[in-house]
């Protein structure tokens, strides 16, 4: 038995604040949570004929965050925001819909997760779709005006950070361009199969990694590229049935493409 002292610990880097903050103001939310199979032969095969044709590699996330916007777009109550404990609840609905893609970046020398808000998912195309996460992806979180809220977070105290965050997240008005209307997050670059992740809005989407798997095709099994996706939903602003056809609705319009 190690007779050393244990360390006393010491304050979370800057870094992580934005994070913390965000835990809790999301103590409010009531998440349930579903999850699916989805046959991505016809993603696969879009994908290659942009790669060939056009000498585009869409991402599977911005397959995901189309679709989904299409489908939110007929689901107002989805497509909503709950502010509020059980006291005095309030719920905006939003007549556009903006995704959240969660980032693995790295800032001033430390691995974190940040946000990026792509707008106007209800009529976007995968090229635009594309652009703005390429764009994010590979430029400097450092110097990005997209990250510069967080940047200016991680430059107060604790204190005037935890307001200041508080504050923006009360707001409905601000909230789709901070948080979005949805959230879309992935893990699918490494082996998970699946995960459910509550992103701070109504819905929450989790992809993981697409794997050749035993499908039923004409009543005879056959391999297929499948992703298993995952729904995290608010139930104070909408019920498992309404979740249920939004996450099935995503899956018809993967499968579809």
């Known amino acids: 038995m190690s007779t050393r002292p244990a360390p006393e610990g010491v304050p979370l880097p800057r870094q992580r604040h934005h994070t913390l903050f965000f835990l809790e103001v999301i103590r409010d939310f009531s998440p349930v949570f579903l999850d699916t199979e989805v046959d991505m032969t016809g993603v696969l095969a879009h994908r290659a004929a942009a790669v060939a044709e056009e000498g585009v590699r869409h991402s599977v996330t911005a397959y995901v965050l189309r679709a989904a916007g299409r489908v939110l777009a ?9 502010q509020g404990g059980p006291k005095r ?22 691995r974190v997760v940040l946000g ?5 998912l209800h009529d976007a ?16 979180p450092g110097e990005l005006a997209d990250f510069e809220g967080v940047r200016r ?35 699918g670059h490494r082996a998970v199969d699946s995960f459910h992740s509550v992103g701070g809005t109504t819905t929450t989407f989790g992809v993981g990694r ?4 035993a499908v039923v095709r004409d009543g005879r099994v056959a391999v297929a590229p499948v992703l ?9 602003a909408i019920d498992g049935a309404e979740a249920a056809d939004v996450l099935t609705e995503v899956k018809e319009a993967l499968e579809g493409v």
């Open 228 to 236: 298993r996706l995952s729904l995290a939903f608010d139930h104070r």
């Open 74 to 82: 007929g689901h107002p109550d989805a497509n909503a925001a709950v």
């Open 153 to 187: 977070l991680h430059r107060l105290s604790w204190s005037e950070g935890r307001l200041a965050f508080r504050k923006a997240a009360r707001s409905l008005a601000l909230r789709p361009h901070l948080t979005g209307t949805f959230s879309v997050t992935s893990l």
């Open 125 to 140: 195309e995968l090229p635009a779709i594309q652009a703005h996460i390429a764009r994010v992806r590979d430029g400097d």
């Open 89 to 110: 609840p309030r719920i905006a609905h939003y007549p556009f819909v903006n995704g959240k893609l969660a980032l693995d970046r790295t800032l001033e020398g430390r």
């Open 210 to 213: 697409i794997v050749d798997r």
């Open 116 to 120: 990026t808000v792509v707008p106007d």
